[in-house]
Structure formats: C-alpha cells, structure tokens
C-alpha cells in the first residue's frame, strides 16, 4: 500500500473514533463536581454572572416576584438556525407540560454571545438545570436523552 | 448580503460525502489537479453562493424527490455553512500548492484536515467548520445583533 492509503485509513480510524466519542458525550448528564474544579455548583450561578444576565436568569428562575413555582427550571442554551436545539427545545418543552414542577426556558446564545464563558457554555445545545435559588444541579451537552433526564430530575421534583 | 435560504441538512451531508470521495481520491493518488478542482467548488460556494453547488444541484434534481418535504423549520443557517466551505477552501489551497510544488507531506497533512472535517460532516453529521463559525462570532460578534422572535 502507498503512503496515501496509510493515510487515508488513518484518516478514516481517526473520524470514526472521534465521531462515536462525540455521540456517547452528546446528551450525557454532567453534574458540577464532575467539571471546573468545586466552585460551579456551590453558589447561585446569578452570584458568578455580570449583573444583566444574573437578572435574565433570575427572572427565567423566579418569574413570578420571589415565590419560586417550580422545583427545577431547565435553562436551554441554543443558537439560531441550530438543528439539535429544535429537537431540545420540542423534547424539553413537551417535560415542562406534564411535569408541572419542571420549568423550561430557552436563550440564544446568538443573542448573548457574551454569556458563553461565564456559563461555560461552548457548543449548543445545552441546558443547565437550575434549583429554584439557582443553584445549578445538572448540565447537559447535545440533546438530553429522555430517559436520563427522568431519571435526574426525580430527587428533585418529587 | 446573501440571500441564501435555509440549507437542507440532507443536501449538505450529501454534498460532503462526495467531497469526501474527491478529497480521498486527492490523498491517494497526491494529484495536486483533483486538490486544485476542489479547491474551485469550495471557493464558489464560500464565496459566491451555496446555491452555485454542483452537487447540491444534483441532490436537489435526483434526491430529494424521493425524500419527505423537508418542514420549514427544518432548514440550517447558510451563514455557518458558507464559513465551513471557507475553512474547507483554506486547507484544499494549501494542499494543491503543498502538491504542486512538491512539498508532499505539507500536501498530505493538509489533505487529510480536510478529509476528516468532511467525513465527520458526512458520517456524523457533525460540522467542524460550522463550531468554528460559532467561536469566531463569539469572540468578534457581530456588529448588528438580529432580531429575537
């Protein structure tokens, strides 16, 4: 075989590889201690934010004044014109609906490039589920896979 | 500005399996002239218009006939798609020049960037260039931001 199948191959393995990594981490439930050392996930996510997006997601946490309504508040980060996000956005509005104690939101990120870092958020969709002081219980990269994401909001909404 | 209309998802993985044939085809036979054509058709749809895609044109007259109407909210971007085929542009111009003058391992390694981007656009679905159309906006955001719906 010539260098150029050697290569070819390789290149093939290569995509392969990283394709199915890709697809085993899109939709996998990562919890805060799992990520960026101890700090995430410990205090409010409003306390680590610029003052204008603190109150976008306080207002998406608590819309109603202070009374919080609703045990788990699932923020979507999408895009425009994102495919996985309209599928995250159909899925994750269709569980608020039957779950009363769930509440889903959803921000684009091409409105708010700047929130990205703060959230560490670097590819849509992702959704953050937040408690209702914001505290942040769960993330999830891609689409959530919806048995998964039963199984994580149980402790929380019952 | 353009006026590309939403792209079919379909229509564009369609379109990166067969530059990923064209790209394999570059790697193994080093051929600078196949770098060189796709080169060409990378650049008239970065820069003229995805509507100038051959194979694009193709999909639209065998293909998606046979397919279900693709719903409306359905369609993608053109803005990341048109930066991916720049990107693709990028590196199929430096591999022509790598193979035309001789600097073959320059040419491969180029080739195969290439090669890996479109195959895990054909197989996946999963578009590099597109991410990195995401990054660059974010960190020099557009001037006008458009309007929520």
Same mark, same amino acid.
């Given at each position: 075989m010539s260098p150029g199948w050697w290569t070819l191959a390789g290149v093939s393995l290569a995509v392969l590889t990283l394709g199915a990594l890709l697809r085993v981490r899109a939709g996998r439930i990562t919890t805060p201690g799992t990520f960026r050392g101890e700090e995430r996930g410990r205090r409010p996510v409003f306390e680590q934010l610029p003052p204008e997006m603190a109150e976008a997601l306080r207002g998406a946490v608590r819309p109603h004044g202070t009374e919080a309504d609703a045990a788990v508040t699932l923020v979507q980060l999408s895009t425009a014109f994102c495919a996985p996000c309209r599928h995250t956005r159909v899925l994750l509005s269709a569980l608020a609906e039957r779950e009363p104690a769930v509440r889903h939101v959803e921000f684009d990120l091409s409105h708010h490039p700047e929130w990205s870092t703060p959230l560490g958020v &670097? =590819? =849509? $969709? =992702?959704?953050?589920?937040?408690? $209702?002081?914001? &505290?942040?219980?769960?993330?999830?990269?891609?689409?959530?896979r919806r048995e998964g994401l039963t199984e994580a909001l149980r402790s929380y909404v019952d | 500005m353009s006026t590309d209309h939403p792209v079919d998802p379909r229509g564009v993985r369609f379109t990166a399996w067969i530059t990923s044939g064209v790209l394999s085809v570059g790697l193994v036979t080093g051929s600078w002239r196949v770098l060189a054509a796709q080169t060409a058709l990378f650049a008239l749809c970065a820069f003229v218009g995805l509507r100038m895609n051959p194979w694009g044109q193709l999909y639209r007259k065998t293909l998606r006939s046979h397919l279900r109407e693709l719903p409306e909210e359905q369609g993608e971007d053109p803005g990341p798609v048109r930066f991916a085929q720049g990107v693709g542009f990028a590196f199929t111009l430096l591999a022509?020049?790598?193979y035309a003058t001789g600097w073959t391992t320059f040419g491969v390694v180029t080739n195969a960037l290439a090669l890996a981007a479109a195959l895990l656009n054909a197989a996946f679905g999963y578009c590099l260039g597109c991410r990195l159309y995401l990054l660059v906006r974010r960190l020099a955001?557009?001037?006008?931001?458009t309007e929520s719906h």
């Open positions: &670097h =590819t =849509t $969709p =992702t959704t953050i589920a937040l408690d $209702p002081n914001g &505290h942040e219980l769960f993330r999830i990269r891609g689409v959530p | 022509t020049v790598g955001p557009a001037g006008s931001p």
